[in-house]
C-alpha cells in the first residue's frame, strides 16, 4: 500500500497534473537554432530582445538564469538559489503570492532594488515576516516585495527572485549564449503559428547579422515538457 501510494502520488503530481501557472498550456520555452536547426535551450539576450520587440504571436516573455548567491539577512549570510528574471516574469508566470506582488518591467528597468522569496525562503530564512524585508543579494540591497506560494516557483529549486535587466546587442554578442527564456503564446496561437513567427525574425537577424551564429530559426518546447523530462 505505501509503494502503490508513493508511486500514484509522484505520477500525478508530476505527470497528470497540469502546471501549477494560470492557463499552462500557453507557456513554451523558447530555443536557439544553429546552422543544423538543432535547437538547444540557452538563448542570447539578444536574439531574445528582438523576438520580444518584433513578435506578432507571443503576449509576453521572460529571461532568466539560476545561481546560488549570497544573500545577507539581518547580518546573517546565507547562499540561496536565486532566479534573476526580467521584468515580464512575473506577469507571464502569474504564479499565486501568499503576500505581496511580483515585480514588473518598469522597476527592473530603472535598476530598482526589489526582489520576490518562495514561501519556504520566507517561512525558514526571512522569519515570515512582514513585506517589505531589507535584504542583500549579492551585496546589493533589495527590498522582498512578494512570496510566490509553495508548489509555485519556477524554476523549482528557486529561493529567491531578483531583477535582469536587458538591453539590445548587435553582432558577437547574439552569441553569448547565456540565458533560458519562456514566453507565453497570445490567446488562440498554435505553437506552428508561434514557431513561424519567431523563426522569421531569426532569419531577419541572420541576414542582417551573418556572423550570428544561433539566429537560424526559434524552437518551442512545451514548458511542461521541459519540467517534466525524462521522469
Known amino acids: 500500500i505505501g509503494l502503490t501510494t508513493a508511486g500514484f502520488s509522484i505520477v500525478n503530481g508530476v505527470l497528470v497534473r497540469a502546471l501549477p501557472f494560470e492557463d499552462p498550456d500557453r507557456l513554451y520555452v523558447l530555443q536557439s ?62 504564479p499565486p503570492m501568499v503576500t505581496g506582488r511580483g515585480f514588473n518591467e518598469a522597476e527592473v528597468q530603472d535598476g530598482e532594488g526589489v526582489a520576490v522569496a518562495s514561501e519556504g525562503f520566507w517561512r525558514s530564512v526571512l522569519g515570515a ?25 519556477h524554476p523549482r529549486e528557486t529561493d529567491l527572485w531578483a531583477p535582469q535587466r536587458y538591453r539590445a546587442s548587435t553582432g558577437m554578442l547574439r552569441n553569448s549564449i547565456n540565458f533560458s527564456a519562456i514566453a507565453r503564446l497570445a490567446p488562440g496561437v498554435s505553437e506552428v503559428e508561434a514557431e513561424r513567427d519567431l523563426s522569421r525574425i531569426a532569419n ?24 517534466i523530462g525524462d521522469a
Open 129 to 153: 515576516r512582514a513585506l517589505p524585508i531589507s535584504i542583500t543579494v549579492d551585496g546589493n540591497p533589495v527590498a522582498v516585495i512578494g512570496v510566490v506560494e509553495g508548489g509555485h516557483a
Open 33 to 94: 537554432m544553429d546552422s543544423t536547426r538543432d535547437p538547444f535551450s540557452q538563448v542570447s539576450m539578444g536574439n531574445w530582445v528582438d523576438w520580444k520587440e518584433q513578435s506578432r504571436t507571443i503576449e509576453s516573455t521572460a529571461l532568466y538564469r539560476t545561481f546560488r548567491s549570497p544573500i545577507v539577512v539581518q547580518g546573517t549570510a546565507v547562499r540561496a538559489w536565486t532566479t534573476y528574471a526580467t521584468g515580464d516574469f512575473f506577469r507571464m508566470m502569474r
Open 204 to 227: 531577419e537577424i541572420r541576414a542582417k547579422e551573418p556572423l550570428g551564429l544561433y539566429s537560424w530559426g526559434v524552437g518551442l518546447s512545451p514548458l511542461k515538457d521541459e519540467v
